[in-house]
């Protein structure tokens, strides 16, 4: 789960990471009164969870309250990458002299969380790294040693970060978001820009976070972040339902059993020269009402043109999954042309099931790729 | 032969008592693997048809003789479990448990590699010897014995290969289901190195996904290590960056973690890499009959 830029300065500021003072707003007038309560300067950041929002002009400096609410006005709204505001952040301005740049990534390569610490911050950390690694300090943190001291020296270190206050501010806020990263089960937080005012204070500036989905069991406070209304409808739905559904841009909606098999029938459907409009993935079950459920999310996308039923049956017998497919049908009234491919456990019972009620719409082929083809051509 | 589990396997399911661990438990149990224990805490001098319930893995071992442990332990409740396993000396450690948080998998990992165990999972189906053992939930009726290894980070996409195999007239070694969690005990490396030593496995099948980059490790770990003819299937190819596709290590970060950039990776050092699982299966009969 990934947070918003401020939920993420809330988390960091709980740990004791300096930041801004600063306000949500989602009006206008939200803004402006906003902007009142801090006083001074203010900047207008678009709440999205997508980068490039500077460049979109999602982030712009008011001198008052009445140009915060007139820049609210222009960033509310905007379509970031796809993403609506509906949210910006209105945060005291900040006088920058330096931009520097602290991360940590849940590292699946070396199993171990990874610092990256560079003075070249502001920019993407994609490009230090390629024009000047020198630059970019980085360092494993084992996970049953955990983090030391002297690790932060050595980052601090390794960056050049000679000036002796910045040391000090630096290695704790290294500390703390060391801290921050394992005791919120974060897969990353980052800290672009780390910022050095011209008094010499260092504060972040900026924040991205996420958050581990199977850890959010014991962080309520983070769980109840998630912005339902962000997400895509369709998503959204399917996440009320309980069922694995990623939308694609696409006609052919697609049902498998199994993450891997499931991926597995997205692609094949492009190579049968189609478009998917979903990954779906049903699970290990297959009863009714779990087909019934993935029908309901697939079918509210209008895109569908046709939809595409790949099962393999392990410990799921394929006449139950033949079943829950002719209860699904019946009940959500189905008209959409459905093909359906069933292979392993009791296969045969189950296609027998299929064609003995026969539903019009309903058709069975004997392979992956054939069914693939089959519902490419009845998307069309 | 075979790896990771055989005929010298001695059971230990953890979670034994409930109903996911009872169903697969007595089920393995059934295809032939010696199911010696269960454990629950609290629940010891209780059998599950026959079975005998521990209240500790401790317990198990000393009473058993237990070499090898299954875990049906809730997420929340499993990386105890593993630990408690691991400390009763269990050299063999099968999670099935979903939905552990990737942090403690961290330090469980960092853990056991410190001990010289092998653990197989989280979020895995399993693994089985077909004529030896099945310790998981891996639908052991669909495949048969044979000599082809197939290691996999998904479960279904592994019973579509190897029920393909099947219908081809070609069995299997060991199914190694290594797990689809961005942490996860054995890497592909891990259990290749297992396959290249054993004598019954003559040629092996990697089946990946989007996420991580330990295909690439792979690739270059066949290049250098395995002598034997390995073929590979990648699934998630039209995946969105960003997108959890329902494995939690399914998931492409950035630019990194895609299926043609693993797709590259192991073509790059002679592997084939099928287009459908079908292909795949029809790939290795036309290896494996040039090979006899």
Redesign the interface.
Same mark, same amino acid.
């Given at each position: 789960m990934d947070l918003y830029e401020y939920q993420g300065k809330q988390v960091f500021a709980r740990f004791g990471i300096p930041v801004s003072d600063g306000r949500l707003a989602t009006t206008p007038e939200e803004a402006r009164a906003a902007a009142e309560e801090i006083g001074g300067p203010v900047v207008v950041k678009a709440q999205v969870l997508t980068g490039g929002r500077g460049k979109a002009g999602g982030v712009k400096l008011a001198d008052d309250p009445a140009d915060a609410e007139a820049k609210a006005r222009d960033i509310l709204g905007l379509d970031i990458n796809g993403h609506v505001v509906r949210k910006v952040w209105i945060e005291q301005a900040s006088d920058i002299a330096k931009e520097y740049y602290l991360s940590i990534t849940?590292d !699946? %390569?070396t $199993? $171990?969380?990874l610092f990256m610490l560079t003075t070249e911050g502001g920019v993407e950390i994609?490009q230090v790294a390629e024009e000047n690694p020198d630059a970019l300090a980085r360092l494993h943190v084992?996970? /049953?040693e955990d983090y030391q001291p002297y690790q932060g020296r050595r980052l601090v270190y390794g960056a050049a970060i000679d000036d002796p206050s910045e040391q000090k501010q630096i290695l704790g806020i290294i500390e703390k978001l060391y801290r921050c990263f394992?005791e919120s =089960?974060a897969?990353l937080t980052e800290i672009n820009p780390l910022i050095v005012t011209p008094e010499g204070e260092v504060r972040a500036l900026d924040s991205k976070f996420t958050v =581990? =989905?199977?850890?959010l069991? !014991?962080h309520p406070d983070i769980a109840e972040m998630r912005d339902v209304e962000a997400a895509d409808p369709h998503e959204r739905l399917a996440r009320e339902k309980g069922v694995?559904y &990623?939308k /694609?841009d696409g006609e052919v909606g697609i049902l %498998?059993? *199994?993450? *891997? /098999?499931?991926?597995?029938t997205? =692609?094949?459907?492009? &190579?049968a020269g189609g478009r998917?409009a979903n990954?779906c993935?049903l699970g %290990?079950g297959g009863d009714a009402q779990g087909v019934v459920d993935a029908l309901e999310v697939i079918t509210s996308d209008d895109q569908v043109r046709s939809i595409f039923f790949n099962i393999?049956? *392990?410990?799921t017998r394929c006449d139950e999954v033949a079943r829950g497919i002719l209860t699904a049908v019946e009940q959500l009234k189905i008209e959409l042309p459905i093909v359906v491919r069933l292979? %392993?456990?009791n296969a045969d019972e189950g296609r027998k099931i299929l064609a003995d009620a026969a539903p019009a719409n309903l058709h069975v082929e004997p392979?992956? /790729?054939e069914a693939a083809q089959r519902a490419v051509e009845l998307a069309a | 032969m075979a790896v990771i589990v055989d005929n010298d396997t001695r059971l230990v399911v953890q979670g034994l008592t409930g109903s996911e661990g009872r169903f697969h438990g007595l089920r393995n149990r059934n295809y032939g693997t010696k199911v010696v224990a269960g454990v629950t805490p609290a629940k010891a001098g209780q059998d599950v048809e026959g079975i005998p319930v521990f209240n500790t893995v401790a317990d198990a071992v000393q009473e058993t003789g237990a070499n090898t442990t299954l875990i049906f332990v809730p997420a929340r409740f499993a990386t105890d479990a593993i630990y408690e396993a691991v400390d009763a000396g269990i050299g063999t450690v099968i999670c099935i448990t979903e939905h552990i948080p990737a942090h403690e998998m961290l330090r469980v990992h960092t853990y056991i590699r410190g001990k010289g165990v092998m653990m197989i999972g989280p979020n895995c189906p399993g693994v089985l010897s077909p004529g030896k053992a099945n310790v998981g939930i891996i639908p052991a009726e669909i495949f048969s014995e044979g000599s082809i290894g197939l290691v996999s980070r998904s479960g279904t996409l592994t019973y579509q290969i190897g029920h393909e195999l099947t219908q081809l007239g070609l069995g299997n070694s060991t199914i190694v289901g290594i797990g689809g969690d961005p942490v996860v005990g054995s890497s592909f490396i891990d259990v290749l190195e297992r396959f290249e030593a054993d004598p019954e496995t003559e040629l092996i099948v990697l089946v990946g996904e989007i996420g991580g980059d330990e295909e690439e490790k792979a690739a270059s770990f066949v290049q250098e290590h395995v002598t034997k003819p390995v073929l590979a299937y990648i699934a998630g190819f039209s995946a969105p960056p960003g997108k959890t596709m329902g494995h939690a290590g399914a998931i492409i970060s950035g630019s990194s973690g895609t299926a043609q950039a693993k797709k590259e990776a192991l073509e790059a050092v002679g592997i084939q890499v099928g287009t459908t699982p079908t292909q795949v299966a029809q790939l290795v009969a036309e290896r494996f009959a040039a090979r006899t």
């Amino acid at each position: 789960m990934d947070l918003y830029e401020y939920q993420g300065k809330q988390v960091f500021a709980r740990f004791g990471i300096p930041v801004s003072d600063g306000r949500l707003a989602t009006t206008p007038e939200e803004a402006r009164a906003a902007a009142e309560e801090i006083g001074g300067p203010v900047v207008v950041k678009a709440q999205v969870l997508t980068g490039g929002r500077g460049k979109a002009g999602g982030v712009k400096l008011a001198d008052d309250p009445a140009d915060a609410e007139a820049k609210a006005r222009d960033i509310l709204g905007l379509d970031i990458n796809g993403h609506v505001v509906r949210k910006v952040w209105i945060e005291q301005a900040s006088d920058i002299a330096k931009e520097y740049y602290l991360s940590i990534t849940f590292d !699946r %390569g070396t $199993k $171990k969380p990874l610092f990256m610490l560079t003075t070249e911050g502001g920019v993407e950390i994609e490009q230090v790294a390629e024009e000047n690694p020198d630059a970019l300090a980085r360092l494993h943190v084992d996970p /049953l040693e955990d983090y030391q001291p002297y690790q932060g020296r050595r980052l601090v270190y390794g960056a050049a970060i000679d000036d002796p206050s910045e040391q000090k501010q630096i290695l704790g806020i290294i500390e703390k978001l060391y801290r921050c990263f394992v005791e919120s =089960d974060a897969m990353l937080t980052e800290i672009n820009p780390l910022i050095v005012t011209p008094e010499g204070e260092v504060r972040a500036l900026d924040s991205k976070f996420t958050v =581990d =989905d199977s850890a959010l069991y !014991r962080h309520p406070d983070i769980a109840e972040m998630r912005d339902v209304e962000a997400a895509d409808p369709h998503e959204r739905l399917a996440r009320e339902k309980g069922v694995t559904y &990623v939308k /694609l841009d696409g006609e052919v909606g697609i049902l %498998g059993n *199994g993450a *891997g /098999l499931s991926m597995s029938t997205v =692609d094949v459907v492009v &190579v049968a020269g189609g478009r998917p409009a979903n990954f779906c993935d049903l699970g %290990g079950g297959g009863d009714a009402q779990g087909v019934v459920d993935a029908l309901e999310v697939i079918t509210s996308d209008d895109q569908v043109r046709s939809i595409f039923f790949n099962i393999f049956g *392990g410990i799921t017998r394929c006449d139950e999954v033949a079943r829950g497919i002719l209860t699904a049908v019946e009940q959500l009234k189905i008209e959409l042309p459905i093909v359906v491919r069933l292979d %392993g456990t009791n296969a045969d019972e189950g296609r027998k099931i299929l064609a003995d009620a026969a539903p019009a719409n309903l058709h069975v082929e004997p392979t992956m /790729l054939e069914a693939a083809q089959r519902a490419v051509e009845l998307a069309a | 032969m075979a790896v990771i589990v055989d005929n010298d396997t001695r059971l230990v399911v953890q979670g034994l008592t409930g109903s996911e661990g009872r169903f697969h438990g007595l089920r393995n149990r059934n295809y032939g693997t010696k199911v010696v224990a269960g454990v629950t805490p609290a629940k010891a001098g209780q059998d599950v048809e026959g079975i005998p319930v521990f209240n500790t893995v401790a317990d198990a071992v000393q009473e058993t003789g237990a070499n090898t442990t299954l875990i049906f332990v809730p997420a929340r409740f499993a990386t105890d479990a593993i630990y408690e396993a691991v400390d009763a000396g269990i050299g063999t450690v099968i999670c099935i448990t979903e939905h552990i948080p990737a942090h403690e998998m961290l330090r469980v990992h960092t853990y056991i590699r410190g001990k010289g165990v092998m653990m197989i999972g989280p979020n895995c189906p399993g693994v089985l010897s077909p004529g030896k053992a099945n310790v998981g939930i891996i639908p052991a009726e669909i495949f048969s014995e044979g000599s082809i290894g197939l290691v996999s980070r998904s479960g279904t996409l592994t019973y579509q290969i190897g029920h393909e195999l099947t219908q081809l007239g070609l069995g299997n070694s060991t199914i190694v289901g290594i797990g689809g969690d961005p942490v996860v005990g054995s890497s592909f490396i891990d259990v290749l190195e297992r396959f290249e030593a054993d004598p019954e496995t003559e040629l092996i099948v990697l089946v990946g996904e989007i996420g991580g980059d330990e295909e690439e490790k792979a690739a270059s770990f066949v290049q250098e290590h395995v002598t034997k003819p390995v073929l590979a299937y990648i699934a998630g190819f039209s995946a969105p960056p960003g997108k959890t596709m329902g494995h939690a290590g399914a998931i492409i970060s950035g630019s990194s973690g895609t299926a043609q950039a693993k797709k590259e990776a192991l073509e790059a050092v002679g592997i084939q890499v099928g287009t459908t699982p079908t292909q795949v299966a029809q790939l290795v009969a036309e290896r494996f009959a040039a090979r006899t």
